[in-house]
């Protein structure tokens, strides 16, 4: 991300607290209790941005909901960073939250409105085939299966940043997994004959 952009986007959520009647995260002035967690969340920002709206892009199978989910979770986490900074996996948070948040709206949306099914594309596409497989899973199997290769989470990570069980999601890795591998074989003479 552009670092303008980025600047921005902070900017734009520090004006938001202002907004709200709260202080300024700042170690300036007077109240030296306030501790500056902006460098740490800044720092967590850069590294997590770009990796938190590919991952919500392909498990929403959408990226403009995808960025959206992003901007809305950072900025959640950027409003509770003080406690969010001392999780185990502030990006597993970050990630449930846009998650949720995109199908929240998802709901309302669909009860407002006819859902659209306007493509877009997904950004650095690698594989137009496996991303179309991936998108034809169910969204239990999808998130599992993001986060654990796109995202490369421990199955431990995976479990806590969806609030399932590990077993839970091993089972859904591998079922997802066959049903990708069964999308992307490619057909025989012999399964066309049958």
Request: aromatic content about 8%; charged content about 25%.
């Amino acid at each position: 991300m552009e670092p303008n952009a980025r600047d921005a986007r902070l900017e734009g959520m520090q004006n938001a607290e202002r907004r709200a009647g709260r202080p300024a995260r700042t170690t300036a002035g007077p109240r030296l209790s306030i501790v500056d967690t902006s460098a740490s969340f800044e720092t967590f920002y850069d590294s997590a941005y770009p990796d938190l709206v590919r991952a919500l892009s392909l498990t929403l199978g959408d990226a403009g909901w995808g960025r959206e989910a992003a901007d809305e979770a950072m900025t959640r986490a950027y409003d509770r960073w003080n406690d969010v900074s001392t999780y185990t996996n502030p990006a597993g948070w970050t990630y449930r939250v846009g998650l949720n948040w995109a199908r929240s709206w998802h709901r309302k949306l669909a009860r407002r409105l006819p859902w659209s099914d306007t493509d877009v594309s997904l950004p650095h596409a690698a594989d137009p085939e496996l991303e179309a497989a991936l998108a034809e899973l169910e969204l239990k199997y999808r998130t599992v299966v993001v986060c654990r290769y796109l995202l490369d989470w421990s199955t431990e990570e995976t479990a806590a940043a969806l609030d399932i069980a590990p077993g839970t999601v091993k089972s859904r890795l591998s079922r997802g997994l066959d049903r990708l591998r069964s999308a992307l074989e490619p057909s025989t003479p012999q399964d066309a004959a049958s």
